[in-house]
């Protein structure tokens, strides 16, 4: 039982008349996208679906899902196939660098969607990756098009192009009021990664 109560209550469980695989973009300027994103491959467990995330940028600094999902067994697979944030915070490696390991991420998430094995594929940071050059629109478009009708397809990350957002069934702005970075108060583990 997910809630308790002084009384109980009738817990309806819901299917949809018309089953129908979205394509789903959660992009902006705030805090919240990638989580968001991890809410969806949790919700989907309960549900008993499989998600397959694919992480283009995350790769280099560790990050509280890459063990949180595993406690969702077999119903979640991610991949940090990224090696950071190309161009920022020091990182050390070469835009050709990122290139090839965000386009072998592409050639992943081919696979991943073709498989039929996955009623969810979450692309993570994807549209970073899209505005940084380090994949194509073609390829994004592609992969939507591509994508069974049955799976949802998930893309994160700031600056979606707007032929992605045209494409897709529901798009989320997650926008920045305040974050604590203006404070200098550190990134915390569990809320920041």
């Excluded at 992009?27 to 994103?37: F, I, R």
């Excluded at 190309?86 to 835009?95: D, M």
């Excluded at 390991?101 to 991943?112: E, T």
């Excluded at 397809?153 to 974050?179: C, F, Y």
């Amino acid at each position: 039982m997910p809630v308790s109560t002084s009384k109980p209550i009738k817990i309806e469980k819901l299917t949809p008349r018309q089953p129908y695989g979205l394509t789903v973009v959660i992009t902006g300027n705030g805090k919240g996208k990638t989580t968001s994103a991890m809410g969806m491959a949790l919700r989907a467990s309960g549900h008993g679906l499989k998600t397959c995330i694919i992480q283009f940028m995350k790769g280099d600094l560790y990050t509280g899902e890459w063990d949180g999902v595993k406690m969702l067994g077999e119903l979640v697979e991610l991949h940090a196939t990224g090696m950071g944030f190309c161009g920022i915070q020091g990182n050390p490696y070469t835009h050709a660098e990122h290139r090839a390991s965000a386009q072998a991420a592409v050639a992943l998430a081919r696979k991943k969607i073709a498989s039929g094995d996955f009623q969810i594929v979450i692309l993570d940071e994807i549209n970073n990756a899209l505005k940084l050059k380090l994949v194509d629109l073609e390829q994004v478009l592609d992969l939507v098009k591509g994508k069974p009708s049955f799976m949802h397809l998930v893309m994160t990350g700031r600056d979606a192009h707007p032929d992605v957002v045209e494409l897709a069934d529901t798009v989320s702005e997650v926008r920045e009021i305040k974050h604590a970075y203006q404070k200098d108060i550190e990134p915390q583990p569990g809320i920041d990664y």
